[in-house]
């Protein structure tokens, strides 16, 4: 298993090299001007010269891309052009929000959708099977943004339950020691600021789950009902074994190999995908970071985002495949 996640991490490498070299062409092909949009209606011929050759844009390309790998070997993934804040520290401060919204997110997915799709399966054909299939086709075509306005004009506007925006009650005189806001209250032993941040996870984490909750279900209900024509499941069935056992022997754990897989590229759509979400209920996360350096054209920004979001999501694919290994010894030894 050490020997397949180091020749894994070793296939990394070229494959991030590729990718910067397509980000930061890319990036350059936008359309728009960064020294433009950072001078805004003060804009000159001088100025917008000054700007570029600060930053080095009116370089040939090719050697802005050397010295942008060069800084990267470093540890540094430059400065945002609009703040002249370093990248990195952007990202250290505002990822734990998003981390603490997509896991919080998945976690809501995964303990709903395995369930349900499960319970789907089982009772293939019946009432609660046909909601539970239509639900999750719903779930799927409902737009993030849509829903996250709805569930905030319902429970925010006029139920009163839950707040509409941010990540906790500026008026909380909270400790923020490693930015999850939620883990930081206890921590500290100020619960009354870990239950606000938790409160204000709601609306959001319910928005961003739904699309990889239908998925999941789906997934599952079809994984399961496979496993279920499967001649071991029909012969431990005839032998007498209780349902909890086939259920959890021969059934979950030989249909969890492709939910995995969707529970692992949920994971990396969640922590990149939450633009819309963090947008909706301004949310101090990299989505909304994000929004607003693509309108800014802040080259640094984009490119050291999606570089570390394509880092993790190839750590990620990685838990998943070692995970094969511990679901299924059959894959351990292949």
Known sequence: MLRFALRRLALMVPVLVGLSILLF???RALPGDPARALLGQRA?????ARV???YGFNEPIVQQYLKYVQALLGGDFGRSIKTGQPVLDSFVEKFPGTVELGVTALLLAVVIGVPMG??????QGRFLDTFIVSGSLLGVVTPVFFLAILLKLVFANWLDLLPTSLRQDPRIDATHITNFYVLDGLLTREYDAAWDALV???LPSVALATIPLAIIVRITRAAVAEVLNEDYVRTAESKGLAGHVVSRRHVLRNALLPVVTTIGLQAGLLLSGAVLTETVFAWNGIGKFLFEAIGQRDYPVLQGYILFIA????LI???????????DPRVRVS
């Open 52 to 54: 570029n050759e600060v």
């Open 118 to 123: 499960y319970y789907a399966a089982r009772h």
């Open 317 to 327: 694919n990685l838990v998943v495949d070692m995970a094969y290994g511990v679901i």
């Open 200 to 202: 204000h996870l709601v």
């Open 311 to 314: 880092i993790i999501y190839a």
């Open 25 to 27: 062409a890319w990036v």
């Open 44 to 48: 000159t011929p001088e100025g917008i």
